[in-house]
């Protein structure tokens, strides 16, 4: 498989977003004026402002671990010259670019603190509510940055719509409605679109006018689907990602066909799929949703680390902020994935599918966003866990223990 590539359609609509950004950023400022966003801050700032040189680190690169070598932290970002910097000898470990969850849900600043303790430096939250929460949580120094898709669109008299505290305005009753729905999470500071689609829910004809809408304001756009038949209905309404992967059976290679072809990319949250396998719920089976990767796999489709990391009132199932990540990666492997592909679905490939071009690699100008562990995850994904240091936009943080 190509390695951190194979994505013509997909740089083509990034585009085009770059273009249409501006017209999104227009209704944000509008929007923002009198709302209580936090003020952004720069990977600089967050950053110790320390000059520090690791010598001695041998560098995941996408592909391989690179000859011992010296990385920069300079000012928060990975410099170029280690002239006047303090040195830091890491005795051969590897350096691996920080590891990027593409699923989670955000709570307070204590899920920032566990996923920098485990190295996840960058968090792609898939819903939550009230805006406020996320709001708050942007930009933090030295803490896990943060990404959020706010408040889900869900079909009338669903079960997300029933949660007490659930944003009436995230409940959708037809296509006309598409272009509030978008403005209003653009206008709350949403970085994507997710969409909730489930039988019985939001008709096809909503699903897709919402993602053309999201579209025409340069958003990427999220879905949640089960089912084989439910990702069917994701696919006809030309979403980007997909969320999980079905337990009832494993994801047809029709399916799979129709999600390579159209460059749709996969997160199928095997943790969260592993956990629900658990319940112990009829006909749930965690060899289906690890057959159906496998499947995606095949097919040329690209999967993207998630763990769906929760804790959410009622969610029978809360994985682990963080340490979970790993665990993901160790599943996916399982479900086939090379060792390098499976770090790749956690550093440079969501980073390029979610348009985050400052991470996701050990590059001079990107974040110092780092995790030195102990052995060869190339050999043993579960070296991951052994981790030494970790640097959050240049600034370390303590490891968990
Ligand atoms: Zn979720």
């Not at 600089?44 to 592909?63: I, M, Q, W, Y």
């Not at 006018?209 to 209905?233: D, P, Q």
């Not at 159906?292 to 095949?298: E, I, K, S, Y």
Request: glycine share 12%.
């Amino acid at each position: 498989m190509a390695m951190c590539i194979n994505e013509s359609t997909r740089r083509e609509f990034f585009k085009n977003a770059a273009v249409i950004g501006a017209a999104a950023a227009g209704v944000q400022a509008v929007a923002a004026s009198g709302a209580a966003h936090a003020a952004p801050r720069s990977a600089a700032a967050a950053g110790s402002g320390e000059k520090v040189a690791l010598t001695n680190v041998r560098v995941f690169d996408g592909r391989v671990l690179s000859a011992p070598r010296t990385v920069v932290i300079d000012n928060g970002l990975i410099g170029i010259s280690a002239f006047g910097a303090r040195t830091v000898d890491c005795g051969g470990a590897a350096l691996l670019p920080g590891l990027i969850d593409s699923h989670i849900h955000v709570q307070n600043e204590g899920t920032l603190e566990q996923l920098a303790s485990f190295g996840v430096t960058t968090g792609l939250d898939m819903a939550c509510f009230p805006p406020s929460v996320f709001q708050g949580l942007r930009g933090l120094p030295g803490l896990t940055d943060i990404r959020s898709a706010g408040t889900p669109a869900v079909a009338p008299g669903s079960p997300q719509s029933r949660i007490p505290t659930f944003p009436p305005s995230g409940v959708v009753t037809g296509p006309e409605q598409a272009h509030q729905f978008v403005t209003d999470r653009i206008a709350e500071g949403s970085d994507y679109i997710k969409l909730i689609v489930d039988s019985p829910g939001l008709d096809q004809a909503t699903l897709t006018a919402i993602t053309r809408k999201a579209h025409a304001f340069g958003r990427l756009v999220m879905a949640h689907a089960v089912t084989n038949a439910t990702i069917g209905t994701a696919l006809t309404a030309n979403v980007d990602m997909i969320h999980h992967v079905p337990l009832d059976a494993a994801v047809t290679a029709a399916i799979a066909g129709r999600y390579a072809g159209s460059g749709t990319i996969a997160v199928p949250t095997l943790t969260m799929m592993e956990g629900f396998a658990g319940l112990g719920i009829p006909g749930y089976s965690y060899a289906n949703a690890r057959d159906g990767v496998a499947t995606l796999r095949q097919a040329g489709v690209r999967i993207l680390a998630g763990t769906d990391s929760n804790h959410t009132p009622g969610i029978p199932v809360q994985p682990a902020f963080g340490s979970s990540l790993h665990h993901e990666l160790e599943l996916l492997v399982g479900a086939g994935l090379s060792t390098a592909e499976a770090l790749r679905s956690a550093t440079c490939l969501p980073a390029r599918s979610f348009g985050l071009r400052d991470r996701g690699a050990i590059r001079p100008g990107y974040r110092a966003d780092l995790v030195l562990v102990d052995g060869d995850p190339l050999a043993d994904i579960r070296a991951t866990r052994a981790i030494q240091r970790v640097w959050v936009g240049g600034a370390e943080y303590p490891p968990a223990s």
